[in-house]
């Protein structure tokens, strides 16, 4: 059963901010919550809400303001002990995941951070004197992938290679996060299936201290906080997924893990930042993986009837002819 | 009333005598309470340094390896914190401390020094934590050498100055 915003916001966000700001946001009227995406803390400027499309300060009494010029201002002590709340009083043993800019909570609610980057070589170590906090509410919507499995798994366990292509917050992660559970579950075209998640910035299944927060399905083994191209080719060779499933593709190396995978007997099923097909053939790389026809299905998703709006499904077949 | 003299006589030197008795076993006390400390932390350093341990996991796992008082300063702080009341590491160890404070027979400078903990302890990384509580540690060693060197005197001091300031006391009331 889905969770509605309000429960999952108060029991798995409000814990973990200043009791401040906890009070205020406990003042909100409930269906404030619905479709609450973000909470936004910085330093020095009022506390800010993401619900829908636009942003909100949010006053002492709870009310909110679009104009942001009444809201209750965010000061260093909110920040230190919301983040003394979120590590558990214990910066040093999340070092690696403030050095990657975030930190998942229990529900596999991503907090971002933003303060002053501590530098060991080239390479980014950790974060101090912390000035930004943004939790960004995950949200785990079954069944909201109904609509792709057709085109994702049309035969029993002959998953097919499948690209995603959207704008940041057109639902993509919830619908790949759908994917997996559904293929792993197994649907009415066929059974349940060895999924790999690979999972390099917990936002697909969410995992903290080792457990995926969400439902991912029985038959799906996670590699968390895994860079893509390395954990596709570990669970190929460890794990004999028949469908691997990564979020955000981009990099070179990606592209040629994903090549790799898909001659290796497994689909790949993963996602791209574009508005749509043209915007994405205008990326060299995009261009470059596009070509190859690796992928049997394309499938643009935007937030016109909402997050996850099914905007185009192009079949391979049909890429090549046009 | 000679008896009722001789009882006041010895009432008043093992009164004093036994305060002062008291007193030695307070610094010797000392000494093994600053000691466990120092043992605790050593303990909470490698929780923290090599495996990684969340603080209130570690101070309660630190708090195993030491009898009490040195327990209880580590116990306190980390069920304060696994409550979840939003309270932060360093009110949680100064809430302890203050406990402490009322438990042990450690001095004020020595609590002067745990105290100076309190605002970095678990904040900061690993290479952060490990040089606080390698200076920390060093820190107690010098508190507790210096303890030690008192330890020799002052319990004979303590031991004998209680009897000799009762037996003083007896004789200007007489």
């Known amino acids: 059963m889905n969770r509605n915003d309000e429960d999952i916001i108060k029991k798995d966000i409000i814990p973990f901010l200043s009791l401040d700001i906890k009070k205020i946001i406990m003042n909100l009227k409930p269906e404030c919550f619905n479709g609450m995406e973000e909470i936004r803390l910085r330093c020095g400027q009022p506390l800010l809400l993401k619900i829908g499309d636009k942003d909100y300060a949010l006053d002492r009494e709870g009310n909110l303001d679009e104009s942001m010029t009444r809201g209750f201002v965010v000061s260093a002590e909110d920040i230190y002990r919301s983040i003394a709340s ?45 000035s930004s906090i943004a939790f960004r509410v ?144 205008k990326r060299p790389l995009m261009r470059e993986l596009l070509a190859t026809g690796a992928f049997e299905n394309l499938i643009v998703l935007s937030r016109r009837c909402g997050p996850g709006t099914i905007e185009q499904v192009v079949r391979r077949d049909v890429l090549c002819c046009g | 009333m000679l008896w009722l003299k001789t009882m006041g006589i010895v009432l008043v030197v093992s009164g004093f005598g036994s305060y002062g008795l008291m007193g030695a076993r307070s610094i010797e006390k000392r000494v093994e309470q600053i000691r466990n400390i120092r043992l605790a932390m050593g303990f909470l350093e490698k929780e923290i340094t090599y495996l990684h341990t969340p603080l209130p996991t570690a101070l ?43 438990s042990s027979d450690l001095t004020k400078l020595d609590l002067q020094l745990l105290q100076s903990l309190s605002s970095q302890m678990g904040m900061s990384g690993v290479e952060e934590q490990k040089k606080l509580f ?17 330890l ?12 000799i300031l009762g037996a003083t006391v007896v004789l200007l009331l007489i």
């Not at chain 1, 558990?88 to 229990?106: H, K, Q, V």
């Not at chain 1, 292509?165 to 792993?184: E, F, H, M, N």
């Not at chain 2, 020799?152 to 009897?163: A, L, M, V």
């Open chain 2, 60 to 102: 309660c796992r630190a708090a195993q390896s030491v009898p009490a008082p040195a327990r209880r300063l580590f116990t306190d702080c980390s069920q304060s914190l696994q409550d979840r009341q939003g309270i932060t590491v360093s009110e949680a160890w100064t809430q302890s401390l203050e406990k402490l404070r009322h």
């Open chain 1, 86 to 130: 979120i590590s558990d009083n214990s910066l040093y043993a999340f070092e690696e995941e403030i050095g990657r800019g975030f930190i998942t909570i229990p529900g596999g609610h991503r907090v971002g951070l933003a303060g002053q980057v501590v530098l060991s070589g080239t390479e980014v170590r950790t974060m101090k004197d912390f």
């Open chain 2, 134 to 150: 390698g200076l920390i540690q060093e820190q107690l060693k010098i508190q507790e050498e210096k303890a030690r060197c008192e």
């Open chain 2, 152 to 163: 020799e005197s002052g319990r004979k001091i303590r031991s004998y100055g209680g009897f």
């Open chain 1, 138 to 281: 995950a949200r785990e919507i079954k069944d909201c992938a109904k609509g792709v499995l057709p085109y994702v798994y049309p035969r029993d366990l002959e998953p097919v290679n499948t690209l995603f292509i959207s704008a940041p917050r057109c639902g993509k992660t919830t619908i790949l996060r759908d994917v997996a559970r559904s293929l792993s579950l197994g649907t009415s075209r066929g059974r349940g299936c060895n999924v790999v998640v690979i999972d390099e910035r917990s936002e697909l299944a969410g995992t903290y201290q080792g457990r995926a927060q969400m439902d991912v399905g029985p038959r799906t083994d996670v590699l968390d906080s895994c860079p893509k191209a390395r954990g596709m080719i570990m669970a190929i060779r460890s794990l004999s997924p028949h469908v691997l499933i990564t979020d955000e593709i981009g990099r070179h190396e990606d592209i040629e893990a994903i090549l790799e995978c898909m001659n290796a007997g497994a689909a790949v099923i993963t996602s791209i930042h574009a508005r749509n097909i043209e915007e994405a053939q």
